[in-house]
């Protein structure tokens, strides 16, 4: 109180001697309240010294200008926060006025008042000063810094600049410029300006096309200093697949092609993807081999490409993803063959009339005039027109297109037919003038079937597989007994089996192990019926089993079972007919040494039984003991069981052979086991 009291005393003092009688000079009364003589702008800017700056003036009661100098006057924000910059706080002049000479306002945009105030006088506020952006001040990057996107293509997030003042308030109206500085590519909109909100951004920053890191910078006019994004450009999605090798090739049917197939994948820039999977589609029945992973250059090689069982033009496609495919071709060659026989330890095919054989020829048993083995087929001499050919253990046989048979190879037993013991290394007529529509080689003994539908046999007989009526051999044809009329004759290893007109199934020979189907184990020197009513329409004999298809397409064996060959599931012998497992239904069956194949309804070929060789044909030593599909996806014409490995004849009419091979019976030029289908070469 009392230095408020000194100063009133001083105010009215320094009023009697100034301004006496001037119309316009301040009161000498006392002084009472603030008030604004110069209002602060309605509008300004953060930080910026306010224009016009306000002036304070000290009044009486009754609003009278008071010169009352050397009173403090303060200002302070009364609303909307902030801070104050400049003088704050002064005193008044000689004519009771506050001015203020560099007073500004800073804080985020929006509305303030100010409150003006000095000991012992009421209080003054501003009318309400709105308060926008002031001058630029800094520069941020906003978004669309450190991303990823595949070389030549659009970042996901358009890059962007922040630009504010002092106070953090968006500065707008300022012109940004972007330029790519390393990765190649392109910045469209690359002059921008900031908006109402601070921020500037491109239209778009598309990637270099080569992968690896992109930078891009922004200038701000009138601010210091350069801002920096980066993008790291990546492979893209597969948009190319090229070849890198194995296109054009050819092979044997069934056979890997030489050069295993590989390709290239790019993204649209010829940028490598590496660690994708391409996938390889064969046609034809074919196999792509082993797993085809891209490498760092983004070559995916597959580990082999098998062609289908047909000859001819063959395609493997290979696709990934939306990339348009690559089609690669390759040649099948096969031999393109009639009626196809596997025997002991070599094969024979009709083709354009002649015989061919291959594999063994120990004992003449190929034809060719020599004992020499071969891996591929040579044509049977002695120029005959042959129809049709049946291999046994050690020797061969052929009907010629007249009806004639004729028979080489090993006849230690009379199993050629010719009358004598003597083995031929090419073919001798079997004697007694008939004409034959089918014959069957069993290990050391022949059955034919003539036009009549009578069946002769000649050749070993000791345990009554000539069906003659006694258990002697033959070196000429003999008359099976019975007077039967068959339709299909199967000489087994001992044994034969015929089927007559009206599907009753008849066996004779070897009976252990019930390979006859009688329900007993007695040899037999004369037809005896097979157990049960069934209605067959196809036989096959093997080495000491025996299978037939009956009426409707359901499969049956009998005899030995060890290695699973009657395929039922078991190893357990079977003296009548069981019914292989599998529900399948067939048209066709051969039986072989300790295997046996059938091809059912559609084409696919089945086999069971042992295996060691791969005689099987699904790619595995394992023994089976029910049907496992032939690798290959073939569709089969005819099926021929051998001691251990199989022939057959697909619907293209192509030989195929698999399973032991050691002497070259599988005709593919070599001497390799193959567990696979494999063709038979073209000599």
Not at 16 to 38: E, K
Not at 416 to 443: E, I, K
Not at 524 to 553: E, I, K, M
Not at 589 to 600: L, M, R, S, V
């Amino acid at each position: 109180m009392r230095h408020s009291g000194l100063r009133l005393m001083f105010a009215l003092l320094a009023g009697l001697f100034t301004g006496c009688g001037s119309p316009t000079a301040p009161s000498r009364g006392v002084p009472a309240r603030l008030a604004l003589s110069v209002q602060p702008p309605a509008t300004a800017a953060s930080g910026v010294v306010l224009s016009p700056q306000p002036v304070v003036e000290v009044q009486d009661a009754d609003g009278v200008p008071i010169a009352a100098r050397g009173l403090l006057v303060s200002v302070t924000i009364a609303s909307g926060g902030g801070t104050l910059q400049g003088e704050s706080a002064i005193r008044t002049d000689a004519d009771g006025r506050a001015v203020f000479s560099s007073l500004a306002i800073a804080g985020l945009a929006g509305p303030r008042v100010l409150r003006f105030s000095s000991d012992g006088l009421a209080q003054v506020t501003s009318p309400q000063i709105t308060l926008s952006a002031g001058p630029a001040t800094a520069a941020s990057i906003d978004a669309g810094n450190n991303q990823t996107a595949p070389a030549g293509t659009d970042v996901p997030v358009t890059p962007a600049v922040r630009v504010v003042d002092g106070a953090g308030n968006p500065v707008a109206g300022l012109q940004v410029t972007f330029t790519v500085v390393a990765g190649g590519g392109s910045v469209g909109g690359a002059t921008q300006t900031t908006g109402d909100n601070g921020i500037a951004s491109v239209v778009r920053w598309t990637l270099g096309t080569t992968i690896g890191l992109n930078s891009m910078t922004a200038v701000v006019a009138g601010l210091p200093g350069v801002l920096a994004f980066s993008a790291t450009g990546v492979v893209g999605p597969a948009a190319k697949i090229t070849l890198v090798a194995g296109n054009g090739q050819s092979a044997l049917i069934g056979a890997t092609v030489p050069t295993a197939p590989a390709v290239r994948v790019t993204d649209a820039f010829d940028n490598p993807l590496s660690g994708v999977a391409v996938t390889f589609t064969p046609s034809n029945g074919g196999t792509a081999i082993g797993a085809a992973i891209s490498d760092t250059a983004g070559v995916s090689r597959l580990g082999a490409w098998r062609l289908g069982l047909d000859p001819g033009p063959q395609t493997l496609t290979a696709t990934r993803g939306t990339a348009p495919p690559l089609v690669l071709t390759a040649t099948a060659l096969g031999f393109l063959t009639g009626p196809v026989a596997a025997g002991g330890g070599h094969s024979c095919a009709v083709a354009d009339g002649s015989a061919w054989c291959w594999g063994d020829g120990s004992a003449g048993q190929l034809g060719t005039g020599t004992a020499a083995r071969d891996s591929v087929p040579r044509q049977v001499t002695g120029g005959l027109t042959l129809s049709s050919v049946a291999t046994g253990l050690g020797h061969s046989c052929g009907i010629t297109t007249a009806g004639a048979a004729h028979c080489w190879g090993l006849n230690s037993s009379g199993q050629l037919g010719d009358g004598t013991g003597t083995t031929r290394a090419f073919p001798a007529a079997v004697t007694g003038g008939h004409s034959f529509t089918m014959l069957s080689a069993g290990s050391g003994h022949t059955c034919g079937l003539r036009t009549d539908g009578t069946a002769y046999c000649w050749g070993a007989g000791s345990d009554g597989q000539l069906g003659q009526g006694a258990f002697t051999a033959s070196s000429q044809p003999v008359a099976v007994s019975g007077g039967h009329t068959f339709t299909a004759i199967a000489a087994g290893a001992f044994h034969t089996c015929g089927l007559r007109v009206d599907g009753a199934a008849f066996c004779w020979g070897l009976n252990n192990n019930g390979r006859l189907g009688d329900s007993t184990g007695v040899n037999r020197n004369t037809p005896v019926r097979v157990s049960g009513t069934t209605v067959w329409v196809a036989l096959a004999a093997g080495g000491g089993h025996t299978c037939g298809v009956a009426q409707g397409g359901a499969a049956l064996c009998w005899g030995l079972n060890g290695n699973g060959q009657l395929g039922d599931g078991s190893t357990a012998t079977r003296v009548v007919p069981t019914a292989v497992s599998g529900n399948r239904t067939f048209t066709a069956i051969a039986a072989g040494g300790f295997h046996t194949c059938a091809i059912a309804t559609g084409g696919a070929a089945w086999c069971w039984g042992q295996n060691a060789a791969g005689a099987l044909g699904d790619g595995t030593p394992v023994q089976r003991l029910l049907p496992v599909a032939v690798l290959g996806g073939g569709t089969w014409a005819a099926l021929s069981a051998g001691s251990d490995h199989t022939c057959g004849r697909t619907r293209s009419g192509a030989a195929v052979c698999w399973g032991r091979n050691a002497e070259g019976q599988g005709g593919n030029g070599s001497t390799e086991t193959t567990g696979v289908p494999l063709g038979v070469r073209r000599p």
